[in-house]
């Protein structure tokens, strides 16, 4: 499973329209531009296509808090704003946290932030939703917690693992 260098970019949906295609083809609609600015007024553009895993697939509308999660080794247009091909949307909802990154063989995240206890009652699925009975180390993971330590790196038991199996 190839590691995935995740970035994120956080901030308030400013629009949501189908992703221009010229000429028009089969797959106009399928594609979302979604902008989004933070409170510093930076802004992102993120194409969201049938492969962008939406956690829970909740329906992005303009006001919306949202995270985009993209690849930071993946080729991209130079312009401004940047425009960056979105892998997960998570929409944010104050009850929980979500970490999305490559978890290494001790559930410590790439950036050394988290590591991950699993408990009895964490669920662990794949994206599509399907069960998941194996080991999550050393894979890419969509992590939904809530309390965590306050020690470096902190520790959480997860309320759900999701692998993001790509």
Aim: net charge neutral; with cysteine.
């Amino acid at each position: 499973m190839s590691r995935i260098n995740f970035k994120s970019f956080t901030g308030r949906v400013t629009s949501v329209d189908d992703f221009p295609m010229y000429p028009p083809n089969d797959n106009f609609g399928c594609y979302k531009f979604i902008s989004v600015q933070n409170d510093a007024g930076t802004v992102v553009n993120f194409v969201a296509g049938p492969d962008t895993f939406f956690l829970y697939q909740e329906k992005i509308k303009v006001g919306d808090q949202i995270t985009g999660y993209y690849d930071g080794d993946a080729a991209t247009i130079l312009i401004y704003p940047p425009q960056y091909r979105a892998l997960v949307i998570v929409k944010e909802n104050p009850y929980s946290q979500v970490k999305v990154s490559y978890f290494n063989e001790q559930l410590i995240s790439s950036d050394g932030s988290l590591q991950l206890n699993i408990g009895p009652d964490t669920q662990m699925q794949l994206t599509n939703g399907q069960d998941f009975k194996q080991n999550p180390a050393r894979r890419n993971l969509i992590v939904v917690y809530g309390a965590a330590t306050k020690s470096i790196p902190a520790q959480t038991t997860p309320y759900e693992i999701i692998i993001f199996c790509r």
